[in-house]
């Protein structure tokens, strides 16, 4: 007897199976015909995939839109100014709201592990205090995992370091940095080491927003695969963003990946907040800024697509739909083969789950029991549709669905509706 059993689905992997669940663990990827169960999703033609993985976004920030201007040049820097403005009026209660609004999208996306950084930059620690309240609050249906991020610069923000370890005293699982923000290139390889060792003492992961400028002079990357190898934390460890990689020197990068790879750092490209802010002081031709994700992926390094921002003051849009994510970094990154498509689906869910350490997830008999079952035939079809979640399973129940996105069509000899899959329609 099995609690649910999710029939005759398609998996990423092109098997046509059965999935049965119980007690939150999935016990079964077999035909289950005749097996009884509590319930059964038929996913006869669908895709069943495991949940999709954000490495990367600022649950302090998102739904923040507007609050308490636009931003109105676009960048980075103007970006960083505009959240010390909300930051100075924001209460603890604001962001636990919005970032539990911001968890129900999630959960509806099938978006079900999140890893978010977390403001450290203000004495008070709200947003410290926010987001550990929320990871509690949404513990049985999404993991949230948070990282402890200066954003005003580790050793350039007065208080940013005693906070940041307040921060992981209080409970903040990985260690971050902004080495490109701090005042020079020596303080920013400097906090790129602290930060490591940090890390190493506490037995934690490291994830750094590093690089993220068009400035290919920007290598606190090196830096970084350095401090992990010698500090023995291969494995533990993500660079996010990396754009400068876009502009260095090919020599350079010949002589750095192999140093990334040694150390197994994984890289997160954030390819829709990339591809909006990097270039700005470009005039033509303007650079895409997105890191150099094929030729990562190439030398065997764990590359995925990260979100970064929803409706906050560096970007003005978003869903929680990390098939958006994946779908725009598929086309700044040209990974356009077939080979290549089926690579930026796996890079929103288990290259991410890899790069958060997550122990069980998967679709195989004994993970969690966590999956989405898509509107779409298989990954490639997921990604062209944004495919609806028909239904999002989390540790064994069923949590959010979705109707079909069906069109109905009033053409005199035509069909009467419209399913946009290229099957023919059942
Ligand atoms: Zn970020």
Redesign the pocket.
Known sequence: MFDLIVKGGNLPDGRVTDIGIRGGKITAIESLDGAEAGEVLEAQGDLVSPPFVDP?F?MDATLSYGLPRINESGTLLEGIGLWGELKEIVTQDDMVTRALEYCDWAASMGLLSIRS?VDTCDDRLLGVEALLDVREKVKDYIDLQLVAFPQDGFYRDPTARDNTIRALDMGVDVVGGIPHFERTMADGAASVKELCEIAAERGLQVDM?CDETDDPMSRHIETLAYETTRLGLQGRVAG??LTSMHSMDNYYVSKLLPMVAEAQISAIP?PLINIVIQGRHDSFPKRRGLTRVKEMLAMGINVGWGQ??VLDPWYSLGTADMLDVAFMGLHVAQMTSPEEMRTCFDMVTENNAKTLGLQDYGLRVGAQASLVVLDAADPIEALRLRAARLCVVSKGRVISRTPRGDASLSIAGRPDRVRRRHQVMS
């Open positions: 990367h600022h950084h927003h996010s963003h954030n970064d921002c």
